[in-house]
């Protein structure tokens, strides 16, 4: 039982953890990196439970000041066209622009242009949950440390087409499995900071988008570590549980409103660019009705079971051969203990989950204000940046999983939906 706010927490892992060498040379492993970065969980006994937890989002905090400024990146893939917005946490301005977030501006050209460096800063790119951006306070709370009072990292967003006021320039939207602009931003970023040591961290829908990508790009992945916060992992399963209680139906009708007004702000764009039926998606209700209205219609699946199913991240932790840290509130209302998919991180070395009785949905409220997650999140990435041989993490020569005498391959990443092109 969880006396006055003091959450239980608990890590699943792998029997044998990924190996890692500290930059002094001695020995240590991903279980125990994680361990030592997650301190107490002590939160506002008032807030006593998921729900509650969770409901408490809706009272508006001010939240750390992060100042951003945006670019605006053009798509390099030929299927995955338009442009997306990417915020860079920066140093405080007064500049204002009341199309964009609060403290956000755009770079000026001449000063983007002058954002390459050869320095060795560690640099994390963030992924926001659903309808939201940079402006998260729960992601504002995350990042507050790495770049205030004298913290020495380097932090972007990588906006989700459409949100935190950015344009839609084409019929590509974004999803569950949407990969493909955080793919590039990764990619830019190696080319931009050839010295940088790169992060992921992903919230929520982020959380499960930031899983996949970094399980598609296995051994391959130019990220050093990630991090996945209230991941739904199984979008089938968490969607069932919000239709099976009446508070689930609660948050899916906020959820479906969120994405509804978000599809009304851009209307004319919508109209453009799509086919889509905005007059039927305005009479949706729930997310799951939206996913059915919008979802199976721009990407072609037949049912929102089938894409559910097909952009899930669970599968996904399988193919993970960095660093990766998961954290889960185990009473989220929406990223469902029984969508968490326990036996694949058992089965993966490469990977951590880190549980909570406590929290709620990318809650974690502490006496005063403050965000529990924020802490394990920063621990997490000061530890792996700053003490670990990240040189020395070489995946062909740790945790492979042993040979089968079948003759079979499981691949965790093959989707069902295949991308054909532009004829």
Known sequence: MDWFGRANIAFTHSSSPLALRRKDGTSTDLVEVCKASTP?????????????????????????PIHYRRRIFNADHATYTGTFAVDFAVPPHDDTDASLPPRTAYFSEEDFDKIGSDDDKPMLIVLHGLSGGSHEVYLRHAIAPLV?????????????????NSKVTSGVLFNARAT???RQVVNWARRTFPNRPLFGLGFSLGANIITNYVGEEGPSCPLKAAIAVGNPFDLEVSNKALQRTM????YSRV??????????????????????????????????????????????????????????????????KIPFLAISALDDPIAVHEA????????NPYTVLLTTSLGGHLSWFEIGGGRWHARPICNFLNRMANEIDLDSISPPANGQAPKSPQVTEFDPVRRKLRVLGNN
């Open 40 to 64: 107490a969980c002590q939160l506002n006994p008032l807030l006593f439970n998921g729900n509650i937890q969770t409901m408490w989002t809706a009272f508006k905090e001010h939240g750390p």
């Open 148 to 164: 205030l009072n004298g913290g020495n990292w380097e932090v972007c967003v990588v906006n989700a087409r459409g949100c935190a």
């Open 180 to 182: 493909w602009d955080v």
């Open 247 to 250: 508070l689930g139906r609660v």
């Open 255 to 320: 959820m479906g409103t969120n994405m509804k007004k978000l599809i009304t702000s851009h209307k004319d764009e919508i109209s453009q660019y799509t086919t889509l039926d905005y007059d039927r998606i305005q009479n949706i209700t729930f997310l799951h009705e939206f996913d059915r209205e919008v979802q199976t219609k721009a990407w072609g699946y037949p049912t929102e079971g089938a894409y559910y199913r097909d952009a899930s991240s669970c599968d996904s932790v399988l193919g993970i």
């Open 340 to 347: 968490i998919p326990f036996q694949e991180f058992i089965q």
